[in-house]
T-cell receptor
Framework: EAGVAQSPRYKIIEKRQSVAFWCNPI?????LYWYQQILGQGPKLLIQ????????DSQLPKDRFSAERLKGVDSTLKIQPAKLEDSAVYLC????????????FGEGSRLTVL | KNEVEQSPQNLTAQEGEFITINCSYS?????LHWLQQHPGGGIVSLFM???GKKKHGRLIATINIQEKHSSLHITASHPRDSAVYIC?????????FGKGTHLIIQP
């Protein structure tokens, strides 16, 4: 079974530029999460999808972050414009069901904003 | 909102020692996840449990629902166990993560 795929693995941009991350969850997993992990901290949920609907985006900075999962499979997370404090690893995870389902994480996308 | 506390934050031990990492949470949950993150690596799910105890190789996870507490044990620890261990509590408001325990096992 293929795991959660993420790209790019690394991205370096200057502040005020834009960036997009892509995630392909495990086939059949209805729930998809985007997390932000700043160095030395635990993951922070940005957005949770159930199929193509948003379940929780309360911690997503909507003035600059956006995410979509149009067909209920792949998802993209966009940051525009980026700030220095957005430097972090962006983790995508999926599970077959909601918070009671086993989580599978991608390798993450490490963003550095200069 | 659930609050998840892990202890210790950092732990250095010698190879072969028995390791215990603790996790407590403030609100009743439906599942407790233990995750492992190696330096520069992705996160791997170790256990998901809602009651009792689970064992996988040298790893054991227990949970006490009444006390809102879970522990992760590593028997016969090895340098390759060096990683950050994160617990995450799953409930009605989704998953809440602890800050992680940074474990170093010295040969």
């Amino acid at each position: 079974e293929a795991g959660v795929a993420q790209s790019p693995r690394y991205k370096i941009i200057e502040k005020r530029q834009s960036v997009a991350f892509w995630c392909n969850p495990i086939s059949g997993h209805a729930t998809l999460y985007w997390y932000q992990q700043i160095l030395g901290q635990g993951p922070k949920l940005l957005i949770q999808f159930q199929n193509n609907g948003v379940v929780d985006d309360s911690q997503l900075p909507k003035d600059r972050f956006s995410a979509e999962r149009l067909k209920g499979v792949d998802s993209t997370l966009k940051i525009q414009p980026a700030k220095l404090e957005d430097s972090a690893v962006y983790l995508c995870a999926s599970s077959r069901t909601t918070s009671t389902g086993e989580l599978f994480f991608g390798e993450g996308s490490r963003l550095t904003v200069l | 909102k659930n609050e998840v506390e892990q202890s210790p934050q950092n732990l250095t031990a010698q190879e072969g020692e028995f390791i215990t990492i603790n996790c407590s949470y403030s609100v009743g949950i439906s599942a407790l996840h233990w995750l492992q993150q190696h330096p520069g690596g992705g996160i791997v799910s170790l256990f998901m449990l809602s009651s009792g105890k689970k064992k996988h190789g040298r790893l054991i996870a227990t949970i006490n629902i009444q006390e809102k507490h879970s522990s992760l044990h590593i028997t016969a620890s090895h340098p390759r166990d060096s990683a950050v261990y994160i617990c995450a509590a799953g409930g009605a408001d989704g998953l809440t993560f602890g800050k992680g325990t940074h474990l170093i096992i010295q040969p």
